[in-house]
């Protein structure tokens, strides 16, 4: 078959090598950029029933000095040492890549209209323009890069090919993984002279170490802490920065928090600081926040991408999971980004259990978003506890003494009370309904005590227990410090149940991790009722005091009338022996 040079022109393969988001992959016209290795492929003169198409996946961490690609004529075999100083960086094959390839239904829908399709998704949808129903998926590409396919080219055919998955490595594939590329067939000699049977097509992808995220609780490097409910909490969500994060659009955190855990107000007193190295980035312009009911969403802007790209020259990044994991200070010489995040326990927390708050990083481009999580055994928590009692007689411990009232004090002196807070009154809404605190006592800022009621019971949710000894864990553990911390506190008797007398000792009791619940890891919500055994708080009853008027008073009268006879009688006789 002879070429003329309208079948040439139709024939053009469009395969630009690592090309731009705007343009196909692949493209064939000449740039006078043009890397050859060894061709051995010799042209026909006859068209070829079937063509074979090599597809090398590029990886490489910024193609921007050749944002529109190399062009390569006539989809030559491309030496990958020579592309590497053309762009400038560090290109080698991408394994694990999939490719799902359409035949277009139609040979003159613009290729422009084809480009605009970026995903799987979308391609699937285009029915009208694709043969979605014959659509088929490659191999994943091989070490090397590498996957070869067939296709029929005995007509003048077109495909668009989408990339539909990568595999999940360190260095993430985070740049244009979803452009097109547009593939002609059947393959011409630009000079004229025959067709292909075999050409070479060489998409790119932008690659970054994948980020490392981590989040902490209090302070930089601490995983585990204990609060009294309604206290804040403040969170630090952490990332590595990629050295090219300039070749991101999006670079942002996801934090949804568990029941027991709320925001602690608006987002401006949500997020209090944002913050890479030493820089503290600017809201609105660098990043911007979203709260939407327990989310929060904090995102890069353009400018806040662009401005963290530009100090990364300037500072010493931390890459190194493990680095990051015990960074206690946010520095120049060992810089990554981290959020504040101010929340507080709400009166859903469970009594006894770990309550963790997870984090997610989204990073890559609007049709390319990647996660990276916190480790397992990095996810931070915090607790809080309470505790249960019973008010009962010291000789009949089965009588339970009502309407006994007690102060709760955090020193043995019984001085420093502990006071009713906005979310510890709504921790506490069941006991206070059940009568179980002192009425008047049950407003913001005034001392908490206790009540007992009908039955002797009183209790107490949302107190801090563990120090700084518990509330740690080896590395690379989960922890357990919600069931190995403690903190005592102590009870003191202001009114005794009637008939009985205030007690002068103060008694002290540990709030632990099953002084509420038995086992709270059986228990989904903080408003469940508490099983464990309480602790009992015993009175005695005052000494009997006989009645006014009754036989003991009678008694004491004659005893006494008695004596005064007997002295009576022996001053008589004295008088009359004188």
Do not use: C
Not at 184 to 196: E, F
Not at 244 to 249: A, G
Not at 482 to 508: M, N, R
């Amino acid at each position: 078959m002879k070429l003329s040079k309208k079948l040439l022109y139709s024939a053009v393969v469009l395969a630009t090598v690592a090309g731009p988001t705007v343009s196909p992959v692949a493209q064939f016209a000449t740039s006078g950029i043009v890397v050859r290795a060894e061709d051995t492929r010799v042209p026909s003169q006859t068209q070829p029933d079937k063509t074979t198409v090599n597809i090398y996946k590029l990886q490489g961490a910024d193609f921007s000095k050749q944002p529109e690609g190399i062009k390569n004529e006539n989809g030559e075999p491309i030496d990958i040492t020579k592309l590497k100083d053309t762009f400038g960086t560090a290109v080698t094959y991408l394994p694990g890549v999939k490719f799902k390839y359409y035949k277009v239904k139609n040979y003159s829908t613009s290729d422009d209209v084809l480009k605009s399709i970026k995903t799987v998704e979308q391609a699937d949808s285009k029915t009208d323009l694709l043969d979605v129903a014959g659509a088929k998926e490659t191999e994943a590409t091989d070490q090397s890069g590498k996957v070869s396919i067939d296709l029929p080219s005995n007509d003048k055919v077109k495909y668009l090919f989408v990339e539909s998955s990568n595999q999940d490595t360190v260095n993430k594939v985070v740049g244009y993984t979803a452009v097109p590329f547009i593939l002609h067939l059947p393959v011409s000699n630009s000079n004229g002279k025959g067709y292909y049977d075999e050409v070479n097509v060489y998409p790119k992808n932008t690659t970054v170490n994948e980020p490392k995220v981590d989040k902490d609780v209090t302070k930089l490097g601490k995983d585990d802490d204990t609060y009294q409910i309604g206290d804040k909490i403040t969170w630090f969500l952490k990332s590595t920065v990629p050295s090219n994060i300039k070749t991101l659009d999006k670079f942002g955190f996801t934090d949804t928090l568990n029941k027991g855990l709320s925001f602690i107000g608006d987002k401006t007193q949500t997020v209090t600081k944002v913050q890479f190295g030493t820089t503290v980035l600017s809201p609105d312009t660098d990043y911007t926040v979203e709260i939407l009911d327990s989310k929060l969403t904090v995102s890069l802007t353009s400018a806040g991408i662009e401005k963290v790209s530009g100090l990364v020259a300037s500072k010493q990044l931390i890459t190194e999971a493990e680095k990051l994991y015990k960074a206690e200070d946010n520095t120049d010489e060992a810089a990554f980004l981290s959020v504040e995040v101010n929340a507080k326990l709400n009166a859903d927390a469970v009594m006894g259990s770990r309550i963790e708050n997870d984090v997610e990083l989204d990073y890559g481009h609007e049709s390319d978003i990647y996660k990276s999580k916190v480790p397992t055994n990095e996810v931070p928590e915090v607790h809080t506890g309470g505790a249960r009692f019973e008010k009962v007689d010291a000789t009949n411990q089965t009588d339970k003494l009502q309407d006994a009232e007690f102060g709760l004090y955090s020193n043995i002196e019984a001085t420093e009370t502990v006071k009713w807070t906005e979310e510890l009154l709504k921790a506490n809404e069941a006991a206070i309904n059940a009568g179980k605190f002192k009425e008047s006592n049950t407003t913001v800022g005034t001392p908490i005590i206790f009540k007992s009621a009908s039955d002797g019971s009183f209790e107490i949710k949302g107190l801090r227990y563990g120090d700084d000894s518990t509330n740690t864990r080896s590395d690379g553990t989960v922890g357990t410090a919600e069931k190995t911390g403690k903190t005592t506190y102590y009870i003191k008797e202001l009114v005794a149940p009637k008939g009985y007398v205030v007690s002068q000792d103060i008694v002290q009791f540990d709030v632990t991790y099953s002084s509420y619940y038995k086992d709270p890891t059986k228990v989904t919500l903080g408003t469940e009722a508490g099983d464990a055994a309480p602790t009992s708080v015993k009175n005695n009853k005052r000494p009997s005091i006989p009645n006014t008027g009754g036989i003991g008073t009678a008694i004491f009268v004659a005893i006494g009338a008695a004596v005064m006879a007997f002295a009576a009688k022996g001053m008589k006789r004295r008088t009359e022996e004188n």
